[in-house]
């Protein structure tokens, strides 16, 4: 299976990732990667619905992600991979999925959480998390729209006084 890009999203599939990220990666497959999105028959079913024409969506738990990935038989997966949560990427690498880069998208901002961008909230257990890729010498940028330059993570967090 290639990678044709790995974003975190807590929406998952939506406008942007539908029109513009499938174009941009050239994917033709979109797995979703979240145990507890995969558990939720509604927002799974949802998930499936909103792909766009043409290319094949998929929710599954994290750890059927891994597996999949390692199957010969899904070689031809041309794959953008979707999670909700860095925690949940980290698993994925350290289940054998080679990410080289992870787009920070977009988090949606809950009581208690930093604010690191204009679409990025995060709390200590995401920033733990992202540091631990980086660490694993996996580029993690922030970037909303595919358009826009990256963004560095470390300056983001350094600029809140969290890193």
């Not at 909700?84 to 080679?98: F, Y």
Request: hydrophobic share 40%; proline share 5%; net charge positive.
């Amino acid at each position: 299976m290639e990678i044709a890009f790995c974003r975190i999203d807590d929406r998952l599939i939506h406008g942007q990732v539908a029109t513009v990220w499938t174009k941009v990666t050239g994917c033709n497959r979109i797995m979703c990667c979240s145990d507890e999105v995969a558990k939720d028959d509604m927002r799974k079913k949802l998930l499936l619905q909103v792909a766009p024409p043409g290319i094949k969506a998929y929710v599954v738990p994290v750890e059927k992600a891994c597996e999949a990935y390692k199957n010969p038989k899904y070689d031809a997966f041309k794959t953008l991979f979707l999670f909700t949560k860095p925690a949940d990427v980290v698993r994925a690498v350290k289940g054998g999925i080679p990410f080289k880069s992870v787009n920070l998208g977009g988090m949606t901002y809950k009581d208690g959480d930093t604010l690191i961008s204009s679409a990025v909230a995060v709390n200590p257990d995401d920033v733990k998390a992202l540091l631990e890729l980086q660490d694993m010498g996996i580029e993690v940028e922030i970037r909303k729209l595919a358009n826009e330059p990256k963004g560095n993570l470390m300056d983001a967090l350094k600029a809140k006084g969290m890193a």
